[in-house]
């Protein structure tokens, strides 16, 4: 059962306030949107969402956290707007993706500690301090946030999808800083924040999009995501259940690449599970709804189970997504373009 004691008026009044920028913002940047030349058409706008996340959720951290958390919005911002305009080589993008990270880990974002899987209380992750790095927390942290930040980036391909799938996965982690066992105040923060900004941004991104999150909204909200579930104790298992339909995607298709000997990192826009759907008829909205559906009920799932339970279930779903990717590689006739 939740406990709402952190729950103030100024949550509200935070939401309401985010939520108007987000609907507004890309407005005023409209005439200023990023367009490759090639893809005149398309606008993005995902600079607009971190930009507006990351300053009205700094005024709630330390001064440290809110320094990295600013200066990762702002990279990361600078990057994408040049992989929109320029792509850059995968590895070239997984580079810059390790040193967001990076800077977040050095601010004082890290993963202190998890939930004991089948005892009670915690495990420790920091076993050895090297200056405001602590080991093996600051690698564990890096390598979580990259995979959320690959992850969503992955989503990013039907209208609609990632920022509705994130803004469901926000709302469930202000849920889980509600429950006695939690009482998070910061991390419902972040999360009411970050719920406003995506809902504000799914104004504009809902089927048919007008702006798109781009490199640099796909990346953030991987990261940010991160970020709320570490602020409330390191809760890795509950966050990647409740982000099980873009984790596990992305798990499946690197399963099925290696085993076709295809490079890890090329993209294409047949092996995700919402290009399947798409290419079976499924409208846009339809997937998105479908997925911010999963979304809520793997939330649900996560607010109720114990830890061993949440392992043993993402574990189970994960070999589920593995053994079906390599048994239904996507054929040759699924490689079609399609409308984002």
């Known amino acids: 059962m939740l406990d ?57 951290v330390s001064l440290p956290l809110a320094v990295g958390l600013v200066a990762a919005a702002l990279l990361t911002g600078i990057i994408g707007r040049w992989d929109e305009r320029h792509p850059l080589p995968p590895s070239v993008q997984l580079a810059w993706q390790l040193l967001i990270a990076a800077i977040l880990v050095v601010a004082g974002w ?23 790095i602590a080991l093996p927390a600051a690698g564990i942290t890096v390598i979580w946030l990259t995979l959320l930040m690959n992850a969503m980036n992955w989503l990013d391909g039907t209208d609609g999808l ?10 469930v982690l202000a849920a889980v800083s509600l429950l ?4 998070s105040g910061p991390m419902l923060t972040l999360a009411v924040s970050g719920l406003a900004a995506t809902i504000g941004f799914s104004w504009w991104n809902w089927p048919p999009a007008k702006i798109f999150l781009g490199t640099s909204g796909s990346w953030f909200l991987g990261w940010y995501i991160g ?38 990192w090329r993209g294409d826009r047949h092996s995700h599970l ?15 709804l479908l997925a911010i559906s999963v979304t809520l009920l793997a939330g649900l ?22 053994l ?17």
């Open 4 to 60: 709402l004691t952190p729950l103030q008026p100024r949550h509200a009044f935070l939401f309401l306030v985010v939520f108007t920028a987000a609907v507004a913002g890309p407005r005023l940047r409209l005439p200023f949107l990023t367009a490759p030349a090639p893809r005149a058409r398309v606008r993005y706008a995902g600079g607009v969402l971190a930009a507006i996340s990351a300053i009205s959720a700094s005024a709630v």
């Open 180 to 183: 006695p066992q939690i009482q």
């Open 301 to 322: 799932v996560a607010l109720l189970l114990p830890t061993a339970a949440k392992i043993a279930l993402l574990s189970a779903v994960a070999a589920v997504f593995s």
């Open 324 to 340: 079906a990717s390599l048994k239904t590689p996507p054929s040759a006739s699924r490689k079609r373009t399609l409308k984002k």
């Open 227 to 264: 970020l709320v579930g570490l602020t409330g104790g390191g809760k890795i298992i509950t966050t990647a259940l409740i982000l099980a339909w873009p984790v596990l995607d992305a798990l499946a298709v690197a399963t099925q690449r290696l085993q076709t000997g295809q490079p890890l």
């Open 274 to 288: 919402h290009y399947r759907l798409r290419a079976g008829g499924i409208s846009a909205a339809n997937i998105a």
């Open 162 to 171: 990632a920022p509705g799938v994130a803004a469901a996965a926000l709302f």
């Open 110 to 132: 890290s993963i202190q500690y998890v939930s004991h899987p089948i005892g009670q209380g915690t495990i420790s992750l920091n076993w050895l301090q090297l200056g405001p």
